[in-house]
């Protein structure tokens, strides 16, 4: 299976770090691209319409996306531990996996903004907006941290999200006046999952 990724993608990472506590990462060649909103590589565009990474090219030619789907096929076919639980449990991770995506998704608009939109061009109030989301996602896994499990969809999608925030924005100092969460992720962080996929660039 071949992954169209980046190494500063929080979504590529959360399909890199399912794959290795899943111990399916030798089977996974990962190839990498660029994407943009903007302009995608050629090649990205070729497997997915949208021009976006993660996607996951399988033996057959036939290619997955996004991030929510590339890992749930992944946890099927794990011989071992399953990150995506069954019963009430699932529907608690499915969400919280759907918190995490949803404020990087708020990071990633603030990102292109700061970085892709002409100066001229920008708008205070929506990044303002943006950021709002961010803290209201930071704030909810705050209040629900001590009750979470060790390790499913939603907390690979978290720890994710925060690697990812510790990587582009340190100004929003997540840490601050959430020593819960700091807590958590300093525990999380040190998995060799996740210190295979520390994301750069
Ligand atoms: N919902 C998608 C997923 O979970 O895979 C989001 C993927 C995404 O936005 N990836 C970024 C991208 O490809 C890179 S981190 N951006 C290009 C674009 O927005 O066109």
């Known amino acids: 299976m071949k992954l169209f990724y980046s190494p500063a993608s929080p979504y590529a990472r959360k399909v890199l770090v399912l794959a290795h506590e899943t111990g399916l990462i030798d089977r996974i060649t990962v190839t990498a691209a660029t994407a943009s909103p903007t302009g995608s590589a050629a090649e990205v565009a070729a497997h997915n319409p949208l021009g976006k990474i993660p996607a996951l090219v399988l033996e057959d030619g036939i290619a997955l996306y996004d991030s929510r789907v590339i ?44 970085v892709l939109r002409p100066e001229e061009r920008r708008w205070e109030a929506w990044e303002a ?11 909810r ?14 907390t690979i999608a978290m720890a994710c999200a925060l690697g990812y925030l510790d990587l582009r924005f340190p100004d929003l100092a997540w840490r601050e006046g959430r020593p819960a969460l700091a807590a958590w992720f300093a525990v999380v962080e040190g998995r060799p999952s996740m210190a295979a996929t520390v994301p750069k660039g």
């Open 71 to 114: 890992c749930e096929y992944l946890d099927g076919l794990s011989d071992g531990p399953h990150l995506f639980p069954e019963g009430s449990a699932r529907w608690d991770a499915l969400t919280r996996q759907a918190l995490a995506d949803g404020l990087l998704d708020a990071a990633l608009l603030t990102r292109y903004e700061r």
């Open 141 to 154: 896994f705050e209040a629900v941290v001590a009750d979470m499990p060790v390790l499913d969809i939603g």
């Open 129 to 139: 907006g943006q950021t709002g989301k961010i803290t209201a996602a930071l704030d």
